[in-house]
């Protein structure tokens, strides 16, 4: 809902990060824009909200193994206007999952139409929920 302040603080705010019983994060070509905060562990500046909230969501789940981290990237064609630098940035991204170079390893699941990411989520998130039944 709109409000006034960092944009990603004022999403913070409404959809509290201690709350998320899941996290989705999905990437095509673009990595998104500065949020305006810097990682505490770090100090850097966080290249787009998207990282922010993964970021956030990865360190709740070390923490309390809660929210599920479920990330997926679309590899459908770019665009032919496709901005190179963010491409670069949603692939360095990815590249950090890896769990032989990362301090952050996550599996993540790959997607090409809209119709095979609707049916995967929803596998996926009926699998999360039977394991929360249980």
Not at 26 to 42: D, V, Y
Not at 49 to 74: D, H, I, N, S
Request: aromatic share 14%.
């Amino acid at each position: 809902m709109p409000d006034a302040g960092r944009p990603q603080q004022v999403i913070f705010d409404q959809l509290k990060p201690t709350t998320w019983d899941i996290f989705v994060g999905i990437l095509w070509h673009r990595f998104g824009t500065p949020s305006g905060a810097a990682n505490p562990a770090t100090q850097k500046e966080y290249l787009s909200g998207t990282e922010e909230e993964f970021t956030t969501a990865y360190g709740l789940w070390q923490q309390f193994k809660k929210p599920r981290v479920m990330m997926y990237r679309c590899t459908r064609a770019f665009p032919y206007n496709a901005d190179l630098d963010q491409l670069k940035r949603v692939q360095d991204f990815f590249a950090q999952l890896d769990p032989h170079k990362s301090d952050h390893p996550a599996l993540y699941q790959s997607f090409d139409t809209t119709e095979n990411f609707e049916a995967l989520l929803r596998d996926n998130l009926q699998r999360v929920l039977l394991e929360y039944e249980k």
